[in-house]
T-cell receptor, first 112, second 116 residues
Framework: KNQVEQSPQSLIILEGKNCTLQ??????????LRWYKQDTGRGPVSLTI?????NTKSNGRYTATLDADTKQSSLHITASQLSDSASYIC???????????FGKGTSLLVTP | NAGVTQTPKFRILKIGQSMTLQCTQD?????MYWYRQDPGMGLKLIYY???????DKGEVPNGYNVSRSTTEDFPLRLELAAPSQTSVYFC???????????????FGPGTRLLVL
C-alpha cells in the first residue's frame, strides 16, 4: 500500500501560469517531507525539505507547505517556465537516513 | 565535484546473465542507496549502506547484492537477471548524523536496464 498519494497524476499549464501540486500521506511517525524534481531521463533533485514544525519553505519560484495535522503538503510553482516541465515527487521520511516513502509523482508539462 | 556517477547508462541483458551496476560519489557521504524506479511507480529502496563495510536490505532486495568496501563506491550486483528486473536504477548518497536530520539525498543519473 502506497502511503504517499499525489495528485493530480498529470497536469498541463501555460507558460507563466501558477500551479499547485498536492501530496497526502499516512506515514507515521513523521520525520520530514521532501519535494523532488525529476527531469526526464535524470535523477531526482531536491527542492525542499520540511520537518513537522515547519509550515512553509521556499526555493525560488517553488513554495512547499505542510499541514502535519491533516498530513497534507502542497508544492506551489509561481510563474511557470518551460524548464519546469518534469515529474515532481513527494517523499515522506520516517526518520533520517534510509526510511523514505516515495509518491508516484505528478507529471507537469508547461507549454508555450 | 562530479557528485554521484553511475555506469553504464543503458544495458540490455539476457535472462540468467549477471552484471554489476557501478556507483561512485565524491562528496564523502556516509550513506549510500540503491533504488529502482518502474514506470508510473514511486522509487523503491533495494539496499542501503551507512558506511564502508555496512550494508542492509531495503524494501525490494531479492535478486540483488551489494558491497561497500570504500566510502566512495557502492556497486549493485544482479546475479541471475530476470525480466522483472527491467527498470531504471538510481544510486544516491547523503551525509547524515543525529545532529543534522534534514539530510539531502543526491541522486545519480540512473542506469536503464532491459532484461530480455
Amino acid at each position: 500500500k502506497n502511503q504517499v498519494e499525489q495528485s493530480p497524476q498529470s497536469l498541463i499549464i501555460l507558460e507563466g501560469k501558477n500551479c499547485t501540486l498536492q501530496c497526502n500521506y499516512t506515514v507515521s511517525p513523521f520525520s520530514n517531507l521532501r519535494w523532488y524534481k525529476q527531469d526526464t531521463g535524470r535523477g531526482p533533485v531536491s527542492l525542499t525539505i520540511m520537518t513537522f514544525s515547519e509550515n512553509t519553505k521556499s526555493n525560488g519560484r517553488y513554495t512547499a507547505t505542510l499541514d502535519a495535522d491533516t498530513k497534507q503538503s502542497s508544492l506551489h510553482i509561481t510563474a511557470s517556465q518551460l524548464s519546469d516541465s518534469a515529474s515532481y515527487i513527494c517523499v515522506v521520511s520516517l526518520n533520517s537516513g534510509y526510511a523514505l516513502n516515495f509518491g508516484k509523482g505528478t507529471s507537469l508539462l508547461v507549454t508555450p | 565535484n562530479a557528485g554521484v556517477t553511475q555506469t553504464p547508462k543503458f544495458r540490455i541483458l539476457k535472462i540468467g546473465q549477471s552484471m554489476t551496476l557501478q556507483c561512485t560519489q565524491d562528496m564523502n557521504h556516509n550513506y549510500m542507496y540503491w533504488y529502482r524506479q518502474d514506470p508510473g511507480m514511486g522509487l523503491k529502496l533495494i539496499y542501503y549502506s551507512v558506511g564502508a563495510g555496512i550494508t542492509d536490505k531495503g524494501e525490494v532486495p531479492n535478486g540483488y547484492n551489494v558491497s561497500r568496501s570504500t566510502t566512495e563506491d557502492f556497486p549493485l550486483r544482479l546475479e541471475l537477471a530476470a525480466p522483472s528486473q527491467t527498470s531504471v536504477y538510481f544510486c544516491a548518497s547523503s551525509y547524515w548524523n543525529s545532529g543534522y536530520p534534514q539530510e539531502t539525498q543526491y541522486f545519480g543519473p540512473g542506469t536503464r536496464l532491459l532484461v530480455l
